[in-house]
Structure formats: C-alpha cells, structure tokens
C-alpha cells in the first residue's frame, strides 16, 4: 500500500508500506492493505507506519484528517 503524509509545510514520508497505525479521534486504528476505504480525523499522538521492508517509522502528530481509498493512504497532519 502507498503512503503519502503531508504537513503544511511539506511532504514528510511517501512510501510502500505494510501497516500504518494512526490516533483517531475516537480510539487508535489500524490500516491495512485492502482496506476499506476511510476518512478519519486524527488527533494527538503518534503515527507508526511498517514499511514493506519491515522497517518501523513513526511521526508525533498534533492533529490531521487519514484518507485511504484503493490500498493508498493519504494523511493531511501537523506535526510537532
């Protein structure tokens, strides 16, 4: 799956990833490939993407919006 995730100053992270782990606003979720397609409002806390090497990535977020639609995820946030 593709990730892209964007701050208002600049594209932060595009990738292959495996899972993507993200703070909504009513509890903590997590991304898979194929998933449903989702839009999200996201609030403080910590962004923690798999990548298709197995690697972790995380990323401290103060708030953002999580679109994923046909295996690509696309996160609007401000980071802190």
Do not use: W, Y
Not at 23 to 52: C, D, K, M, Y
């Amino acid at each position: 799956m593709l990730i892209e995730i964007v701050s208002p100053e600049r594209k932060v992270f595009e990738g292959e990833i495996r899972l993507v782990q993200a703070p909504g606003v009513n509890g903590s979720f997590e991304l898979l490939n194929n998933h449903a397609p989702i839009i999200s409002t996201l609030q403080e806390g910590t962004v923690r993407l798999i990548t298709s090497s197995e690697d972790e990535v995380t990323f401290e977020i103060n708030s953002g919006i999580l679109e994923c639609l046909n295996n690509k995820v696309i996160i609007l946030a401000e980071l802190r």
